[in-house]
């Protein structure tokens, strides 16, 4: 008794809370801002490669995105959302000889456009959580060179447009006047490795030499977020119903409002009117 009475409360707060702060066919405008760090456990990682006596290391660091969203409310619960947003991801790197360490930074900026299917739970009258999917494109405007006097960096697009995933999870605060507030998390991963990097090592401070060593690896994207999201007041789109007027009805709008007592009564009238109109 005790469980059926659990499952019925739950079954409620799910599906049976409706609130004038739903959000089914609301369209809305938003911002994001979009701090993003990477993960060792969820697979980023710092990459270390060697050549002869020469050790590399190129290391992810955070990040940040920002930019504008859009979403559409199918029903009060399923949401779908879309936009663009600014990328810059940050890398550390470092090379390493038998006498000397040289440190650097570069930046990979990208353009991302994702589409998520999001479903809300309504925990309180204002308060609501969402979890949601999705994937997203990610495209690359350029190859990016970085350089100082002892090395050169070379990174490559592998793809102009890279293709990934994402999950979310997250708070949102709705007002009846002043739109939506949204705080939560967000996992991206791409399906395989954004760029090719090249780092060449001149130990003599000398381009005019070849240089020392050479090292090569891949680039990976992924990274987890903290989303911070703005929602514009929208009212909800109203769809007008026109009303279907009977036989009797569009026999007086044609005739002029005058009434006709029957459907014969009314071929009878409308023949007069053809005939005086030839």
């Not at 399923?78 to 570069?106: C, H, P, Q, V, W």
């Not at 090395?151 to 490559?156: C, D, G, P, R, V």
């Not at 090292?215 to 789109?237: C, M, Q």
């Amino acid at each position: 008794m005790k469980k059926l009475r659990a499952l019925l409360i739950i079954f409620i707060l799910l599906f049976g809370w409706t609130s004038s702060l739903a959000q089914k066919n609301v369209t809305t405008f938003g911002l994001i801002v979009r701090p993003g760090f990477p993960n060792q456990f969820l697979g980023a990682k710092a990459l270390e490669f060697s050549d002869s006596t020469t050790t590399y290391k190129v290391d992810q660091n955070s990040g940040v995105s920002f930019g504008g969203i859009v979403r559409h409310g199918i029903t009060n619960r399923l949401s779908l959302e879309t936009g663009i947003i600014y990328t810059k991801r940050n890398y550390a790197m470092s090379i390493t000889d038998t006498t000397f360490t040289g440190k650097s930074n570069f930046s990979i900026v990208g353009y991302e456009i994702p589409l998520s299917a999001l479903v809300f739970i309504q925990l309180d009258k204002n308060l609501w959580m969402d979890a949601g999917l999705g994937g997203n494109l990610n495209i690359f405007p350029s190859d990016i060179t970085t350089y100082q006097d002892y090395f050169i960096q070379f990174s490559a697009r592998r793809q102009k447009v890279n293709a990934g995933v994402m999950g979310h999870l997250g708070i949102e605060y709705r007002t009846a006047k002043s739109g939506y507030f949204y705080l939560g998390f967000v996992y991206l991963r791409s399906l395989g490795d954004i760029y090719r990097t090249l780092i060449e090592y001149y130990p003599e401070r000398d381009f005019n030499k070849l240089p020392t060593t050479t090292g090569r690896t891949l680039l990976g994207g992924d990274y987890l977020g903290i989303d911070f999201k703005y929602f514009f007041h929208e009212d909800p789109e109203k769809r007008v119903k026109r009303k279907k007027k009977n036989w009797v009805q569009r026999r007086r709008q044609a005739l002029g409002g005058r009434w006709i007592a029957s459907e014969s009564e009314f071929r009878i009238q409308n023949f007069r009117q053809i005939a005086i109109k030839a």
